[in-house]
């Protein structure tokens, strides 16, 4: 695998159910992110971590909860989401330049996540 | 924070036509990059361009920072070339990219 991987590539779940996306970079890059692709809207930035730590949560509400184990791995927890949160959730990656530079994103191919 | 504006939001070529997308920013930025998303969802990095001219095979890009936009030439373009191409930036102490609502473009074979 190279690249950013995002699993699963769609999903479905009900306004009850609890569900996780992952996302997995083999990049050795330090920062992950999570965004929000909703029909005919810009690109939401969700959440940041940089190091293993989240260094931004852009108000995003406490139903989506990520998670950061390692600096390969970022998961975003679903629970008792609304049918308005249906969107293509994007994973993204980047080396964080220590001291300033180019902060280049690579993305995953997305989830879609569809909720009933 | 910084306003991004793309145009046109729309774009029909037929294949082997040119076309031009705009980016226009309201502040000055220390980073900015194009990406094109296919119809499957997946954003490729095109340019990392925050200022000045590159070029990668049929397509170029130019950022002409003092007056706060960037443009991306497509040439002889092909069916492939079909989906939404995105504009980022970020301004000042932001690290966080900020995106434009995007250019459709549908090449017609």
């Known amino acids: 695998e190279t690249g950013v991987t995002q699993t699963p590539r769609h999903l479905v779940m009900g306004m009850t159910n609890k569900k996780s996306l992952k996302c997995e970079q083999h990049?050795?890059?330090?920062?992950m992110y999570w965004y929000k692709q909703s029909a005919k809207k810009p690109l939401e930035l969700m959440f940041v971590y940089n190091f293993k730590e989240q260094t931004e949560n852009n108000s995003v509400p406490s139903r989506f909860s990520p998670e950061c184990p390692n600096s390969s791995h970022l998961f975003l927890h679903l629970h008792t989401l609304q049918p308005e949160d249906s969107a293509l959730y994007l994973c993204a990656s980047s080396q964080e330049p220590q001291g300033g530079g180019a902060n280049v994103l690579t993305f995953g191919a997305g989830s879609r996540l569809t909720v009933l | 924070g910084i306003q991004v504006e793309q145009s046109p939001p729309d774009l029909i070529l037929q294949e082997g036509a040119n076309s031009t997308l705009r980016c226009n920013f309201s502040d000055s930025v220390n980073n900015l990059q194009w990406f094109h998303q296919n119809p499957w969802g997946q954003l490729i990095n095109l340019f990392y361009i925050p200022s000045g001219t590159k070029q990668n095979g049929r397509l170029s890009a130019t950022t002409v920072a003092t007056e706060r936009y960037s443009l991306l030439y497509i040439s002889s373009s092909q069916t492939t070339d079909s989906g939404v191409y995105f504009c980022a930036v970020a301004s000042g102490s932001a690290r966080q990219l900020t995106f434009g609502s995007g250019t459709q473009l549908t090449v017609l074979p």
């Open positions: 990049l050795g890059h330090n920062a």
